[in-house]
């Protein structure tokens, strides 16, 4: 056989075995390819760079079929249906040698998981040669997880018997998966809860005790191999509440309730809870009293009243199994107390330590009980509240969205009344997971070279880095360095030689691209062919080779400021030792594009409009698009277009309206006119003038009794300039904000102080400022909070000997009242002090003073400080003696079944302030209810009496000195009750302009009253007046108007009124009267139905009349 260059020589080399020969080869000219055919079935292309030389080979069998070539697998050579050999690829670093007869045809030898080496025996120039070759790398790829497992929690009383967890993975060949519980591997064919359908892990009749855990991926092909991120399976349950019954609570009305929820156990821990009162689905609203916790249901009333009496339930919901229980009801039995006590405030639900995650939402609860109802603010030590916070359920809540590190800090939930205050503080600390901060990439190395891989991770705690190979742990490091990646093999005939993966450049994958550039810009036009080693790059303008021009160390080329003769095709040619290859691409140069009309700079106030102008020209053969930005930051007209909208008179021109201007629309406005080749833009400056901004740093420089010296820093005056200040200031006692009195009065715009003057003495306040100029008041400074007045002596007396003084003039700590009095005509006062700020009385108990003596009183206030000026005088009168005498002649009859009157001859003394009627029934058990009655009277009625019952009665007299002597006590038997069932009513008549009702007789039963006669009720439908009739009988005559009536019919007895039966009766349509006679009876058929219906009922009464 004879190679030429550019020729075709035929050979025949017989096989006697197999009967066919070589029949053609084609030696390609230099640099190009041609393909060796073998018959026609077997061929490869074979690539002649120069002459002489032989750099790549690139082939494929056809004996048939084509095979590509696959590390490990197995491929069979037909010619026709009649297999020829077959081959079996090597391991790595191993030979495999193909022959027919003696006759070796060729070796294979893998190099790497990427190459092998093809050796060819052939006879060249008439002695035997051998053509070796490194076979490419298919086109494949590893593994790339486009799914992976996620948490989940299985309802366990869900009906869907079965849980899927999703694996997905991208790769050539396809990967196969098998699933890791808790690190160990799943056996799927040994246990028939599992299979995997595509990659996903499917989990039949799952139950806690077996498939709860931890569940990996791992997805696997020939070029390696991954694991998903773990994602836990758990079973979410929410069991009943306990069925046994819950005790009552009791407290005394104005004291504060907690009612326990104690929820059933339950996963996951996330919880929502309400209250139902007495019955399914009445839930209690929540208000500034009551409070439900969401972290232990807990139901908390600040003070109790009597409208919370009721039976309460905890309502529990699971929101991730979508379930929900209710407890046992609780009854909530509010005491009376009179007077009403108040108590102070008092923290009962209190945050914890808190650990939230970057990013997240939290919510800090806090309540408190106290009456009054206690006020709750939130604040941050040594700081503001963050901005991304929102406080609701009346202060309760604490929501901070998003948190930030710099969110972390101590907060403090402060609450307070009238009679004081509390506070609860804890930390919030922020931590993240872990996120990359830079990647590992797939990538390709040159033989022989270093590569340093990188993977950075933040996080806090400082995250850990460990690495994988092929899911196999590699090592603990930030950085890994690979040094001298190689091979080795062995080629065939035992000749022993170093042999490396490499490859002569292609740009089949890469080839140049054609680019586009606008003149006066630059170009960059990419050179990246595959070749192992490194080759050598150079570049070419059609046929003149660039000496003078800019490449990268990546072999970019690179013209700057391009004009059009620069436009033109371009080759990249490269080389290395294995051989060489070029790609062509082109350059084209557009006109370049220019701004024509530039946007102008505008002054504009909050609210107005303005328009901002821009047009460009560029190449008519390209689009032109307009991209507007503020600051550097693009505008979305979409989303705001409420404020921003395009202006367009034609392709060229891109204005920007901007509409309603607020405050934050100030700034630099850019116009890019941009296209595929190039861009340019234009700005210009937007000045928006409004109300000042709030002022900065407010804080106090002095403090005294009554004033508070403040100072504060200019805020942003938004373009015009501040005419004034406004201070305002709150406290514990008024929380709303007013303006406060200051020194100078006015405070001018250039001020940066004032003192807030008329201010009360040991007082906490609240303060703020605000700026205003022409156009209006801005938003007021952060507030200053919790400013405390000196202390000073009380200046304010008790009002009217009436009660104490208010909390917010007792000026000081240590604060009390000292009473001084005297007797009319003495001269000596007597003083005592009484140290309890909130005592209202006090009482001098004296033996020796005569009664309804008449004294001189007057009181004062007192602190820390000294004393303030005393009240105006009151006269007060010394005690009377106790009544001494009991009423007599006693006498009682019971009315009804549950009422009863009382009767007595007063006593005959002075000052008898009333009289206490007592009573009590023959169970031992009952307790005595008093009633009171006016000094005036000397009869009571008592009722809410038990039907037929013994009760005992005692009367006494009583003053302000106490109670007198009871009277003997007298008996009183109530009364059965009356009848519980009401008359049965069996027919009515109707008599003309009357109506007769009949009812059947009322049977009472053994332990009710007797039936002494009937009442009727009698009104006139849609009025409100009655009438009353009796009767002993069992009917009654009516009047019956044409309106209709309402009757109400019931039985009396000495127990009193029975039950009611009513009825509703409407008079009947008028008979006809003898004028009638002229009305036909035939009638047009276009009458309706109902006057013919009429009609033949007046005829049928009249025969009816007419036959009696």
């Known amino acids: 056989m004879i190679l030429s260059h550019g020729t075709v020589s035929r050979i025949r080399l017989s096989v006697p075995s197999l009967g066919f020969g070589f029949s053609s080869v084609s ?78 045809l060729f070796s294979l030898t893998v190099l790497s998981r990427f190459h092998a080496l093809f050796c060819l025996k052939v006879l060249l120039l008439g002695s035997p040669s051998r053509f070796c070759l490194v076979l490419p790398p298919a086109d494949g790829y590893g593994p790339v997880f486009e799914e992976q497992p996620v948490n989940t929690i299985y309802p366990e009383e869900s009906p869907e018997a079965r849980i899927t967890m999703h694996c997905r993975a991208r790769a050539s060949p396809s990967a196969t998966y098998r699933w890791m ?50 994602a836990s399976v758990q079973f979410g349950y929410l069991d009943f509440f306990s069925s046994e019954e819950r005790e009552a609570v009791y407290v005394k009305e104005g004291q504060g309730a907690v009612l326990l929820c104690a929820p059933p156990p339950h996963f996951p821990a996330e919880l929502s809870f309400r209250w139902m009162l007495n019955e399914f689905p009445f839930f209690i609203p929540l208000d500034k009293r009551r409070f439900v916790s969401q972290a232990t249901g807990n139901l908390y009333i600040s003070k109790v009243d009597r409208s919370d009496t009721g039976n309460y339930s ?45 990013g997240q939402n939290i919510t800090l609860e806090c309540f408190a009980l106290g009456n009054p109802i206690p006020e709750i603010r939130w604040k941050k030590e040594n700081d503001n509240l963050p901005p991304n916070h929102e406080v609701s359920m009346v202060g309760a809540h604490l929501h901070l969205f998003n948190v930030q590190f710099e969110d972390a800090g101590s907060y403090t939930c402060e609450s307070r009344n009238s009679k004081g205050k509390d506070h609860h503080s804890a930390r919030l600390s922020v931590e993240a997971f872990p996120e990359w901060q830079e990647h590992i990439n797939s990538t390709e190395k040159d033989i022989h070279s270093d590569y340093t891989m990188t993977c950075l991770a933040s996080g806090k705690p400082r995250p850990h880095v460990r690495w994988l190979k092929n899911v196999h742990f590699y090592m603990y490091r930030v950085r890994i360095l ?71 160390a990546d072999g970019t080329l690179e013209i700057l400021n391009v004009s059009q003769d620069d436009e033109g095709s371009y080759t990249c040619f490269a080389e290395n030792d294995q051989g060489k290859d070029n790609s062509t691409g082109s350059l084209t140069v557009k006109d370049q594009t220019k701004i024509t009309l530039a946007p102008s700079n505008a002054d504009v106030t909050v609210g107005e409009g303005t328009r901002m102008q821009c047009a460009a020209s560029h190449d008519t053969s390209l689009e032109i698009a307009f991209v507007w930005s503020l600051n550097g930051r693009v505008i979305d007209l979409s989303e705001d277009s409420r404020h921003f909208e395009r202006t367009s008179n034609g392709s060229s021109n891109g204005g920007l309206l901007i509409k309603d201007t607020q405050l934050n629309h100030a700034g630099r406005y850019t116009c890019m006119a ?28 002095s403090l005294k009794e009554q004033s508070v010296a403040l100072q504060w820093s200019h805020g942003v005056d938004n373009h015009s300039p501040i005419s004034k200040y406004t201070l305002q200031y709150r406290d514990a006692f008024s929380p709303e904000w007013r303006d406060a009195p200051t020194a100078p009065v006015d405070v001018e715009g250039n001020a940066e102080t004032a003192t807030v003057v008329d201010l009360s003495p040991w007082t906490q306040y609240d303060f703020r400022v605000m700026a205003t100029n022409t156009l209006g008041t801005g938003e007021p400074s952060a507030p200053l909070l919790n400013v405390t007045t000196l202390a000073s002596y009380p200046v304010v007396a008790p009002s009217d000997i009436r009660g104490p003084v208010k909390p917010q003039y007792y000026y000081g700590d240590n604060f009390g009242y000292i009473i001084a009095f005297k007797p009319r005509n003495g001269t000596e006062w007597r003083k005592v002090t009484v140290s309890d700020p909130l005592e209202r009385r006090y009482t001098h108990k004296d033996a020796t003073i005569p009664p309804y003596t008449e004294f001189d009183v007057k009181v004062k206030a007192y602190n820390h400080h000294g004393e303030g000026p005393y009240s105006r005088l009151a006269s007060v009168f010394s ?24 009767g007595w001859d007063p006593v005959q003394q002075e000052n008898v302030a009333g009289y206490q009627v007592g009573q009590k029934g023959e169970d031992s058990g009952q307790e005595t209810k008093d009633t009171a009655v006016s000094s005036r009277e000397n009869q009571t009625r008592l009722d809410g009496l038990k039907p037929d019952t013994l009760y005992f009665i005692e009367v006494r007299a009583y003053n302000v000195a106490g ?45 009710e009253s007797a039936v002494n006669f009937y009442k009727v009720l009698y009104r006139t439908q849609g009025q409100g007046a009655t009438t009353l009739y009796t009767t002993f009988k ?64 007046i005829k049928l009464q009249r025969i009816i009349k007419a036959s009696h």
């Open 27 to 104: 030696v390609p000219s230099l640099g190009s390819r041609s393909v060796l055919s073998l018959g026609s079935v077997s061929r490869f292309r074979l690539s002649v760079p120069s002459l002489g030389s032989v750099s790549r080979f690139r082939f494929q069998f056809c004996l048939g079929s084509i095979s590509r070539f696959h590390l490990g697998s197995v491929s069979r050579f037909c010619l026709g249906s009649v297999p020829l050999l077959s081959l079996t690829v090597p391991s790595h670093g191993s030979v495999s040698r193909f022959c027919l007869g003696s006759v070796l």
């Open 181 to 230: 519980l808790d690190g160990v591997d799943i056996d799927v064919g040994a246990d028939d809860h599992y299979s995997v359908v595509g990659g996903n892990l499917v989990i039949r009749n799952p139950a806690r005790d077996k498939h709860l855990g931890k569940y990996s991926c791992i997805a696997t092909n020939e070029y390696g191999t991954v694991i998903s991120q773990q």
């Open 314 to 358: 905890c309502f529990v919901s699971s929101p991730s199994i979508s379930k929900s229980v209710f407890s046992k009801f609780i009854p909530l039995v509010p005491l009376a107390e009179r007077p009403i006590r108040k108590y102070p405030a008092d923290i009962n639900v209190k945050f914890p330590d808190t650990t939230a995650l970057l």
């Open 482 to 552: 690979i040094r001298r990646l190689n091979s080795t093999a062995y080629c065939d005939e035992c000749i022993s030689a170093c042999l490396l993966p490499v490859c002569a450049p292609t740009f089949d994958l890469s080839p140049v691209k054609t680019v586009l550039a606008a003149q006066n810009s630059r170009a960059l036009i990419e050179c990246r062919p595959k070749a192992a080693p490194k080759p050598h790059l150079f570049w070419s303008k059609g046929t003149e080779l660039l000496h003078n021009s800019t490449r990268w």
């Open 674 to 701: 941009e296209t595929t080749v190039d861009n340019v833009s234009a700005s210009a400056q937007l000045v928006v003038r409004g109300s000042p901004g709030p002022p900065i740093g407010l804080q106090t420089v």
């Open 879 to 902: 005690a009377p003696e106790a009544p001494s005498e009991a009423p007599t002649n006693v006498v009682g009859r019971p009315l009804y079944a549950t009422d009863a009157v009382v």
């Open 963 to 1007: 109670y007198g002597p009871p009277s003997e006590p007298v008996e009183i038997n109530t009364n059965k009750a009356p009848p519980s069932k009401g008359p049965r009513i069996t027919g009515k008549k109707f008599k003309g302009q009357q109506v007769n009702i009949q009812w059947e007789q009322v049977e009472p039963l053994v332990n």
């Open 1034 to 1097: 069992k009917s009654i005559d009516l009047p019956l108007p044409k309106e209709g009536i309402v009757v109400e019919v019931r039985a009396h007895s000495d127990g009193g009124d029975g039950a009611v039966s009513q009825i509703h009766i409407i008079a009947p349509i008028p008979l006809a009267t003898p004028a009638d006679s002229l009305i036909p009876l035939s009638l047009d058929p276009g009458t309706p139905d109902s006057l013919t219906s009429l009609a033949l009922e």
